[in-house]
């Protein structure tokens, strides 16, 4: 810049004029920017009563010199900061008119005696490095969602087009998440979230929690669920699955799910509980908070994995529900405790063969003696006291919809441990449950939009084809009825025995041999209608949908309509027909100013996607834009009370400070290897000299390398 410009341009901001402090602070800063130094507050007057200032002066970054007691202090915990202070001049001094009550400028001084800053690297000083307040409510609303802070750095660069034109850096992004947990969990991680729930009981007097604590008052167990779960689980509760997931948030406590599946064979969430020890006492109290939260209705089948404090408590709680044990849990068990091919696959006969009963008990018997099994201590024997648990023959015809395996429970647990880590907090960890469990709902809203839909198909369909595929949901269609339609086409008659009020067919398929299939028909005596059927196979009984046998028959008796018992209720379409749908979390307060904000993002994205198509248009919605932005007063960069995010409901005037965060529990398994002590490092010998304390690298008769 020529002597010239540059007298012009100091004559220019000597005459500048501000309406506030601030303004001047902005005016400087963005000129430091332009030419590349950093700036920072320094003296300030104030008039005689100490209530308005009066004076501000700024100055450059690399004013004054670091204190010598810093750079001479001996104990020093960190790895001290570069020097950036060298006694630079710089400053620009402002004043406030008492008559007009505007800033002038009353001294400036541009000499730096330091090199200024290349533009791409100007945007890394400290005064231009600010998140502004609406870069800080899109952070929360993409942290909430479950975004990592890294993957939300990369979503900022992109949309502001480069590192340089976001604003900050990624360490003053994860030091804003920070200071907005902190200030979120300000009254302790276990008393936020039993506040909100009070608050949330509040609110929708369905909603249910219970917690308990230890004789010190740390929380230790936690099962909570609103109003739609509880939903759910009347029209879904008949086969709950549940089982612990580990390493989800910093106390190191046990989230448990309990998951169903819904009547688009989808998964669905029922209730969800946190416990800090796995241990029979501490399931019996989940398990009897969650009948609670249910009125006492207990399911009709569980499965879970091989815990045995687990095990024992649904003997205790539910005595009545049949318990069944995870398929693919026993054959992990299996390929990890046996060794040979042919005493893995006797096992396996076991785990998937639906003989009778009086038959497997004499498998058991000569499998033992053969294999000399006569240890109560080892693992088969163990497998054979626990056998009525995982025994295919044990659970015929028992309602399993299908299901055999906790899979629906693993599925929602990756879902979950997808965006959570072993250092969040009790709070994050019910906000991703809450997360998940929304995109779960959305899932389902989706379904239910396509099942609304009739179902196309062949037209040669017979007439109870066509009423099944009305009744029941396309996913439980698809997968399920249709199939034993068209394998009806396999079957053929072997014989009829009549009765007076039962028929019984006798039915075979080409593809399954010589076995025989009975098929009951209950018979209106009066109207001589059919009331009920059913089959040996136990396929109605156990997965809910008809077999291709009882089709088979229908369609011999020339029936055209589908008996009532070969529609389970859960499956078809109007499942959840008398209950309301509330898909939305309830979780957050938005505030009206974050309401009007979000409204106002989306109509100007659009307008801006618009203008952007042509020069004229987005020069005018620029300069509309500007002028908004310019009555609005900046943000000094920090939080100063205002919420960037949805507000957690918490009740103001209930006491929970009888609740403390919970004491982080060891993990399960195996210890970890110890690891060795620093003072075995010392006890090494360098290959160079054959000293002792180092290596070779690092010796000093090492020749150096020129």
């Known amino acids: 810049m020529s002597d010239d410009d540059s007298l012009l341009e100091y004559s220019e901001i000597v005459m500048k004029m501000f309406g506030s402090e601030d303004d001047g602070f902005e005016f400087y800063n963005n000129y430091a920017y332009e030419k590349g130094f950093s700036v920072r507050k320094e003296y300030c007057e104030w008039d005689n009563g100490h209530n308005e200032r009066t004076l501000r002066k700024f100055v450059c970054s690399c004013e004054g010199f670091r204190a010598e007691k810093e750079v001479r202090r001996e104990i020093k915990k960190r790895r001290p900061r570069n020097i950036t202070r060298c006694g630079c001049r710089a400053q620009l001094v402002i004043a406030q008119d008492p008559n007009t009550e505007q800033w002038y400028v009353k001294d400036f001084i541009d000499e730096h005696n330091h090199p200024m800053m290349e533009p791409d690297l100007a945007c890394f000083l400290r005064s231009h490095r600010r998140i502004s307040d609406n870069q800080k409510a899109e952070i929360v609303q993409l942290q909430i969602s479950g975004i990592r802070k890294h993957q939300i750095m990369d979503i900022m660069v992109r949309r502001y087009g480069g590192y340089d034109k976001v604003g900050f850096t990624s360490r003053d992004l994860y030091n804003f998440c920070h200071r907005n947990k902190a200030e979120t969990l300000s009254g302790g991680d276990a008393r936020t979230i039993i506040s909100y729930m009070i608050e949330s009981k509040r609110r929708d007097p369905d909603f249910f929690f219970q917690y308990k604590t230890d004789g010190r008052g740390h929380l230790t167990g936690l099962l909570w669920c609103d109003f739609q779960c509880q939903m759910d689980y009347r029209a879904f509760g008949d086969v709950v699955v549940f089982d612990g997931t580990y390493k989800t948030n910093r106390y190191n406590l046990t989230l448990v799910p309990f998951v169903g599946v819904n009547h688009h064979k989808s998964t669905v969430l029922f209730a969800c509980g946190i416990l800090s020890h796995e241990d029979t006492e501490s399931y019996v109290w989940l398990l009897r908070s969650f009948c609670d939260a249910m009125i006492q209705k207990h399911p009709v089948s569980v499965i879970t994995d091989g815990d045995r404090a687990m095990q024992k408590a649904i003997s205790i709680v539910w005595p009545n529900s049949s318990h069944r044990l995870c398929v693919w849990h026993i054959e992990v068990c299996i390929a990890r405790n ?27 018997i ?30 015929a015809g028992k309602c399993y919809l299908g299901l055999r395996s906790n899979q629906r429970s693993e599925s929602l647990h990756s879902r979950i441990q997808f965006n959570l880590d072993r250092k969040m907090t009790l709070l994050e960890l019910i906000q991703h449950v809450d997360h998940c469990l929304s995109k779960l709902r959305s899932n389902e809203a989706y379904l239910d939009f396509q099942a609304s839909s009739k179902p ?36 053929y008659w072997i014989e009829t025995v009549d009765g007076y009020d039962i028929v019984e067919y006798i039915v075979g398929r080409v593809d399954k041999g010589d076995k025989q299939y009975y098929v009951k028909c209950e018979i209106c005596v009066v109207e001589r209608k059919l009331k009920e059927i059913s089959c040996s196979c136990l396929k109605l009984q156990s997965l809910g949908t008809p077999c291709s046998h009882i089709f088979f028959v229908l369609g011999r008796r020339g029936e055209h309509k589908l008996p009532d018992c070969c529609v389970l209720e859960r499956w078809t379409r109007g499942a959840k027909r008398g209950f309301p749908p509330i898909r939305k979390s309830a979780m957050y307060d938005y505030s009206d100013s974050l ?18 198509q042509s020069l004229e248009a987005y020069g005018r919605l620029k300069r509309v834009l500007h002028e908004e932005a310019a009555m609005i007063p900046p943000n000094g960069g920090e939080n100063g009370g205002k919420r960037f995010g949805p507000v957690l409901p918490q009740a103001l005037d209930v006491d929970s400070a009888d609740v403390f965060d919970p004491i982080h529990v060891p993990g399960r398994g195996a210890p970890k290897k110890k690891l060795k002590s620093v003072s075995d490092k010392s006890k090494k010998k360098c290959t160079l000299c054959k000293g002792e304390g180092h290596n070779r690298r690092t010796c000093s008769k090492r020749e150096e390398v020129s």
């Open 456 to 491: 196309c198909l062949q037209p040669d369909a017979s007439t109870i084809e066509k009423e099944a595929a009305n009744l029941f949901t396309p996913s439980v269609y698809f997968a399920d009825v249709q199939y034993s339609v068209k394998a009806a086409d396999k079957c």
């Open 595 to 612: 309401q009007r904000y979000h409204e106002l993002h989306n109509i100007s994205q659009t307008a801006s996607f618009v203008a952007s």
């Open 366 to 395: 000569a499998f033992l003696a053969k294999e000399k099994v006569t240890d109560k201590d080892s693992w088969l024997y163990q497998m054979y006291e626990m056998r009525e648990i995982w025994c295919a023959a044990y659970h």
């Open 338 to 364: 046996l060794h040979t091919q042919d005493l893995k696959d006797k096992v396996r006969g076991f785990l998937y063969d639906r003989c009778s009963i009086e038959k497997t008990e004499r498998k058991w």
